[in-house]
Each structure stands twice: as C-alpha cells, then as structure tokens.
C-alpha cells in the first residue's frame, strides 16, 4: 500500500485503527446509472484496516464492519 491519510492518521492513534478505501471510491454501487440517490453508500469495494501505519487485513465485504471483521 501506498503513503495514504488514512496510514499517516492510524500512525497518529495509539489504540485506534483506521478504515480506508485502497482505490479512489464513489457511493454508486450499481454503478453511475443504477444506484439512485437513496441507494448511495461508500461502504463497498475494497477497504483496508489500518493500524500503527501497517495494514492489518483488506476486506471486499459490503456494508458495515465488525470486530470480527478486524481479526
């Protein structure tokens, strides 16, 4: 992974972590002409979990992450 805000920021907190897109994102996840306005979410493709600068796991899961989703 690339220098990101995302890794300098989990660099800058000591017990947290940090989620972030590892490729530029937008909330249409039917695509520009399928998602309406209702429907748009950027909680989908590829997201990495940060922690002290080092990405702890990449997930493709859609929606909301859990704990479970950190280990």
Do not use: C
Not at 27 to 33: A, L, T
Not at 53 to 68: A, E, N
């Amino acid at each position: 992974m690339t220098d990101s805000i995302t890794k300098n920021l989990s660099e800058e907190l000591a017990n947290g972590y940090v989620i972030g897109h590892t490729t530029k994102a937008n909330p249409n996840i039917h695509g520009d002409k399928k998602t309406s306005r209702e429907q748009q979410d950027y909680r989908h493709g590829q997201r990495a979990i940060w922690k002290d600068g080092k990405v702890l796991k990449t997930t493709d899961k859609k929606g909301i992450l859990t704990l479970m989703d950190f280990v």
